[in-house]
C-alpha cells in the first residue's frame, strides 16, 4: 500500500526566510506527487504537480519541488517567504494507472514571523 | 468558471440523525471523489466516481456511508445512523478526465455530531 510520510509536523519561519518542506512517500511503481495548501476553513489548492519527466517542478506562489526517486522524496522549496504563505501543506501521492485516489500525508502547518 | 461547489459549509446534526452532503463538481468534470479529512489530520479517500459509476467505494468506512452520482453530474454524500467519530470535513474534488489528473477540492461540509 502506498504511503505518505511528512515529518515535519510545524515549522516556523521568519518572512524572506527559505522553506523546505520534507515529503517521502512509499510506493512501488512510479508515483504521481502533488503538492496542496490549505488555509483554515478551506479546501485544497494544487501547487504543484509531478507526473514524468523533469524532475524539478514549478509551481504556483513561488513554489518548486524536487523529486529524488533514490530518496523516495518530493520536497517543498521557496526561497523567499511571505507571510500568506502561512497554511497547511499536504503532500500526496497517486496511483499511474485507473482511479486516481490520492494518499495524502497529515500535513505541515507553517507559520510565517514577520 | 466556478469550482468545485459543496453544500452546506456547516452541517451540525444529533447523533443517529441521517445527513446528506452535496458536491457540484466542475462542469464537464468525468472524475469525481469523496475525502473525510478529520480534524489535523490529512484526507482519507472514500469514494470515486467516473461520470455515474462508482468505481471504488473502498474508503467508506461502513454500510452507513452511501455515495450516489446519478447523472454524472452533482453527487451526494450520505451517512445514515450518525455517530460522533463522522465529525469531520468532508471534501469533495473532481477531475477532468479519468485517469491522473489534478484534482480540484471544493471548500468542504464540516460536519459536527453531538
Known amino acids: 500500500a502506498q504511503s505518505v510520510t511528512q515529518p515535519d509536523i510545524h515549522i516556523t519561519v521568519s518572512e524572506g526566510a527559505s522553506l523546505e518542506l520534507r515529503c517521502n512517500y512509499s510506493?512501488?511503481?512510479?508515483?504521481?506527487l502533488f503538492w496542496y495548501v490549505q488555509s483554515p476553513g478551506q479546501g485544497l489548492q494544487l501547487l504543484l504537480k509531478?507526473?514524468?519527466?523533469?524532475?524539478l517542478v514549478q509551481g504556483i506562489k513561488g513554489f518548486e519541488a524536487e523529486f529524488k526517486r533514490s530518496q523516495s522524496s518530493f520536497n517543498l522549496r521557496k526561497p523567499s517567504v511571505h507571510w500568506s504563505d502561512a497554511a497547511e501543506y499536504f503532500c500526496a501521492v497517486g496511483y499511474t494507472g485507473t482511479a486516481s485516489k490520492l494518499t495524502f500525508g497529515t500535513g505541515t502547518r507553517l507559520q510565517v514571523t514577520l | 468558471g466556478a469550482g468545485v461547489s459543496q453544500s452546506p459549509r456547516y452541517k451540525v446534526a444529533k447523533r443517529g440523525q441521517d445527513v446528506a452532503l452535496r458536491c457540484d463538481p466542475i462542469?464537464?468534470?468525468?472524475?469525481l471523489f469523496w475525502y473525510q479529512q478529520a480534524l489535523g489530520q490529512g484526507p482519507e479517500f472514500l469514494t470515486y466516481f467516473q461520470n455515474e459509476a462508482q468505481l471504488d467505494k473502498s474508503g467508506l468506512p461502513s454500510d452507513r456511508f452511501f455515495a450516489e452520482r446519478p447523472e454524472g453530474s452533482v453527487s451526494t454524500l450520505k451517512i445514515q445512523r450518525t455517530q460522533q467519530e463522522d465529525s469531520a470535513v468532508y471534501l469533495c474534488a473532481s477531475s477532468p478526465r479519468a485517469f491522473n489528473q489534478p484534482q480540484h477540492f471544493g471548500d468542504g461540509t464540516r460536519l459536527s455530531i453531538l
Open positions: 509531478y507526473f514524468s519527466g523533469d524532475t
Open positions: 462542469s464537464g468534470h468525468v472524475s
Open positions: 510506493y512501488g511503481a512510479t508515483p504521481y
